[in-house]
């Protein structure tokens, strides 16, 4: 039995497309203008954070996609709906930023070891800045939605590693203006691989522990188990999961043994209402589903290996 809150969860991606849909411009017009800063000045710092902001683009066009999957509604086969395309888009987000990470490393070593072609540091500057602020626009965006998505987690980390990115590239063109030293703009470019990387692996963890059905860190099973058996006539819990179907969606599935009076004076409906109200208020899990036993009947179920 649950509570269902799916027009609140559905209104919650509108808002999320809307604020997606924006940063989308914003990104592909800074990607073009930083491009062609790169070509400018010659820097690889400004390539790799336009590069990045490309990654940006496609993460974030990816992270839109999904959330007009996510809406569409469930089917005699897709049971839950397609919840899970959010998931997916932030696992292939977290992939993505681990990719331009490893590339940005190879080029930043071998610009250090191999110094390039001048760097012109005052072009270099003016386009960071413009990075610089259009990134600062769109993080503001995406950071007020109140969802709590995995999928929009994963655009909101490509942009606020490029935000950093940008300040890293500025920093390296007042070096090179001030001192000349040259090496700062390949190392400009190890340092945006070295904050993205962290952002991404922990994305990539959370969309797997969704795609492999963890329990989520705020239902710990043997409290859940230790709540359940706190209502009256309840003797066993058993055959007990935890799993997340997409951010906000946790669910939760139980065997629950009851005594034959208890059953037989209050009904499965009552002690339904009790187990459910129990998991809602303790643990916030909307989606719970109950198989109600009488305790006359386990010596007829096999239970099976302890969950």
């Known amino acids: 039995m649950g509570y269902g809150h799916g027009h609140g969860h559905a209104a919650g ?16 017009v800074v990607l073009v203008v930083q491009l062609v800063g790169a070509w400018v000045s010659g820097s690889l710092a400004l390539l790799a954070d336009a590069g990045h902001m490309a990654a ?42 681990v990719v331009l990470c490893a590339y940005l490393v190879v080029a930043g070593v071998r610009r250090l070891l191999e110094p390039g072609g001048d760097v012109a540091p005052v072009p270099m500057i003016a386009f960071a800045v413009v990075g610089l602020l259009a990134n600062a626009a769109s993080l503001a965006i995406l950071t007020r939605s109140e969802t709590g998505s995995i999928n929009l987690r994963g655009a909101t980390t490509e942009v606020f590693a490029d935000t950093l990115g940008s300040v890293v590239v500025i920093v390296a063109g007042v070096v090179i203006w001030a001192t000349g ?41 043997d409290e859940v188990r230790d709540h359940l058996l706190g209502v009256p006539g309840v003797v066993d819990v058993h055959d007990l999961h935890a799993w997340t179907i997409t951010t906000g969606l946790p669910s939760l599935s139980a065997h629950v043994t009851v005594t034959d009076p208890v059953l037989a004076d209050r009904g499965v409906g009552a002690i339904l209402d009790d187990l459910s109200r129990c998991t809602t208020s303790h643990f916030a899990v909307q989606h719970a589903t109950f198989q109600v036993e009488p305790e006359s009947h ?7 290996e302890a969950h």
């Open 181 to 221: 030293f040259e090496r700062a703009d390949p190392i400009g470019s190890l340092v945006i691989a070295a904050m993205i990387l962290p952002r991404a692996v922990s994305l990539g963890r959370d969309a797997l522990t969704v795609l492999l059905e963890v329990a989520p860190a705020e239902v710990p099973l």
């Open 13 to 28: 991606r509108a808002g999320d497309r809307r604020r997606l849909r924006l940063v989308l411009l914003i990104t592909a």
């Open 56 to 97: 940006d683009a496609a993460g974030v066009l990816l992270a839109l996609g999904a959330s007009y999957v996510a809406a569409l509604p469930s089917s005699r086969r897709f049971t839950f709906g397609w919840h899970r395309a959010e998931v997916l888009a932030a696992l292939v987000n977290a992939a993505a930023l």
């Open 298 to 304: 386990r010596a007829h179920e096999d239970l099976g």
